[in-house]
């Protein structure tokens, strides 16, 4: 990094790079939680490793069962499923296909 008030082009930022620094290793397609936000694994990440994240897209990702979910709706990652419930968990993004209570996968644009 250089030490100037300018702004230097690194790249498109669809895809980081991501250190794991957990104690369990992340498979690919995994829903990583990047504090303020989600990311989808693009690869295996062992612990330790550095490995591709994707943060923009739309992905079908685990949803919670007896939640329905309208197109726009914002949902949030509660560590193994997605959800309308924001307090305590990770905003993942908003939905855009709607999701029937009895459904187990929600279609999300995260980013």
């Known amino acids: 990094m250089l030490n100037n008030p300018q702004a230097y082009y690194v790249q498109r930022g669809e895809t980081i790079d991501f ?6 290793d992340i498979k690919a397609n995994d829903v ?11 690869c295996d990440i062992p612990v330790g490793a550095t490995g591709s994240v ?8 685990p949803a919670s069962t007896g ?3 309208t197109v726009g709706q914002v949902v949030y990652w509660n560590g193994t499923a997605l959800t ?6 990770v905003p993942a993004g908003w939905v855009v296909e709607a999701k029937a209570a ?3 996968v929600a279609r999300v ?3």
């Open 19 to 24: 250190t794991n620094t957990g104690s369990t």
């Open 32 to 42: 990583v939680p990047l504090a303020t936000r989600i990311g989808v694994a693009g």
């Open 54 to 61: 994707h943060v923009v897209g739309v992905y079908d990702i």
């Open 67 to 69: 939640e329905a979910f």
């Open 84 to 89: 309308a419930t924001a307090d305590g968990n």
């Open 102 to 104: 009895s459904k187990s």
């Open 109 to 111: 644009k995260i980013g």
